[in-house]
T-cell receptor, first 111, second 110 residues
Framework: DVKVTQSSRYLVKRTGEKVFLECVQD?????MFWYRQDPGLGLRLIYF???????EKGDIPEGYSVSREKKERFSLILESASTNQTSMYLC??????????FGPGTRLTVL | QQPVQSPQAVILREGEDAVINCSSS?????VHWYRQKHGEAPVFLMI?????EQKGHEKISASFNEKKQQSSLYLTASQLSYSGTYFC???????????FGTGTKLQVIP
C-alpha cells in the first residue's frame, strides 16, 4: 500500500516562529503537493513539486515556502507563522497523471 | 480559480440517489473525485480524462462534459458508508496541478 506520512498530527506554535511540516512518501512518486484545508473553503493548493528540487506555486503560496531535496520528502516551511495560518495541512503524492494519495494531515494552531 | 460544486450539502435516506455537480470556468483536461470522511484524509474515487468515457465505481459513477466544463457524480442506492464530503478536482494544465472545489457534504441516514 502507498503510504504518505506527515511528521505531526497536531502542532501548536507561537506567532513569529519558523515552522517545518514534513511529508514522506514511500512509493517513488514524482509529484508531491501541499494543501491547506479550512471549513467552507475546501482544499487549496499551496505548492507542488514534480521532481526533486523543482517546485511550483499553487493557488495560495504567500507566507509559505517548500523544499524537496530528496524524491520521497517534501517539506512545507512557514518562515514566520501567523494566526491566519492556523489550519489543517495535507500532503499528497502521485505518480504522473494519476490519483493523489493523501497523508493523515497536520492540524496546526498558531497562537 | 476553484471549481464550483453543488449542492453544498445534502441529506439522503438509505437507498436514495444523489447527484453532485462540479463546474469550472476553465477548459478542463481531467476531473478527479475524492471522498473524505470526518477526521480522515481524502480518498480517491475516480478520474475522468478529456475524451474519456463515463466511469463507475460500484454504485458510484461520474460523467464529464468537456464542452460545458462540467462533471457530475452519481450515487445510486446510497449506503450509510457513502456519508462524507465529496470534492471534485479539476486539472487545466500540465504537471497535474489539481484545483479542488469547496466540497459537498453528504449525509446518509437510516
Amino acid at each position: 500500500d502507498v503510504k504518505v506520512t506527515q511528521s505531526s498530527r497536531y502542532l501548536v506554535k507561537r506567532t513569529g516562529e519558523k515552522v517545518f511540516l514534513e511529508c514522506v512518501q514511500d512509493m517513488d512518486h514524482e509529484n508531491m503537493f501541499w494543501y491547506r484545508q479550512d471549513p467552507g473553503l475546501g482544499l487549496r493548493l499551496i505548492y507542488f513539486s514534480y521532481d526533486v528540487k523543482m517546485k511550483e506555486k499553487g493557488d495560495i503560496p504567500e507566507g509559505y515556502s517548500v523544499s524537496r531535496e530528496k524524491k520521497e520528502r517534501f517539506s512545507l516551511i512557514l518562515e514566520s507563522a501567523s494566526t491566519n495560518q492556523t489550519s489543517m495541512y495535507l500532503c499528497a503524492s502521485s505518480p504522473l497523471t494519476s490519483q493523489e494519495f493523501f497523508g493523515p494531515g497536520t492540524r496546526l494552531t498558531v497562537l | 480559480q476553484q471549481p464550483v460544486q453543488s449542492p453544498q450539502a445534502v441529506i439522503l435516506r438509505e437507498g436514495e440517489d444523489a447527484v453532485i455537480n462540479c463546474s469550472s470556468s476553465k477548459a478542463l483536461y481531467s476531473v478527479h473525485w475524492y471522498r473524505q470522511k470526518h477526521g480522515e484524509a481524502p480518498v480517491f474515487l475516480m478520474i475522468l480524462l478529456k475524451g474519456g468515457e463515463q466511469k463507475g465505481h460500484e454504485k458510484i459513477s461520474a460523467s464529464f462534459n468537456e464542452k460545458k466544463q462540467q462533471s457530475s457524480l452519481y450515487l445510486t442506492a446510497s449506503q450509510l458508508s457513502y456519508s462524507g464530503t465529496y470534492f471534485c478536482g479539476t486539472e487545466s494544465g500540465g504537471y497535474q496541478k489539481v484545483t479542488f472545489g469547496t466540497g459537498t457534504k453528504l449525509q446518509v441516514i437510516p
